[in-house]
């Protein structure tokens, strides 16, 4: 079973900062990539920022030069360093995980954390 669970966010005013954390646990056996995921009301969910196991990191054109995105593999974590905020980055926040377990070593799945709400004021 793997766990994932985000945590930092919460109601802050246009160009304010916030960071997010994300903590897995459980019995993972390697992370491919970690990523940050976006659901704004009545919009479908879409990436943010991710990570590779190689460190590559990838943005969506809205977020890039305001957020980052850094993990510790190792650790299972990973964050979300988000500045200079807009309204329309409102919205929740998920962090998702694909990686392999110690059950199966060879296949990997998508683990979701439940979100995070992140409220920019204008």
């Known amino acids: 079973q793997v766990h994932v669970v985000e945590s930092g966010g919460g109601l802050v005013q246009a160009g304010g900062s916030l960071r997010l954390s994300c903590a897995t646990s459980?019995?993972?056996?390697?992370?491919?990539?970690m990523g940050w995921y976006r659901q704004a009301p009545g919009n479908q969910r879409e990436l943010i920022a991710s990570?590779?196991?190689?460190?590559?990191?990838d943005y969506a054109d809205s977020v890039k030069g305001r957020f980052t995105i850094s993990g510790d593999r190792a650790k299972g974590t990973v964050y979300l360093q988000m500045n200079s905020l807009k309204p329309e980055d409102t919205g929740v926040y998920y962090c998702?995980?694909?990686?392999?377990?110690?059950?199966?070593?060879?296949?990997?799945?998508?683990?979701w954390g439940q979100g995070t709400q992140v409220t920019v004021s204008s």
């Open positions: 998702k995980v694909y990686a392999s377990t110690a059950r199966s070593p060879y296949s990997n799945n998508d683990y």
């Open positions: 459980g019995s993972i056996f390697t992370i491919r990539t």
């Open positions: 990570v590779t196991s190689g460190g590559r990191t």
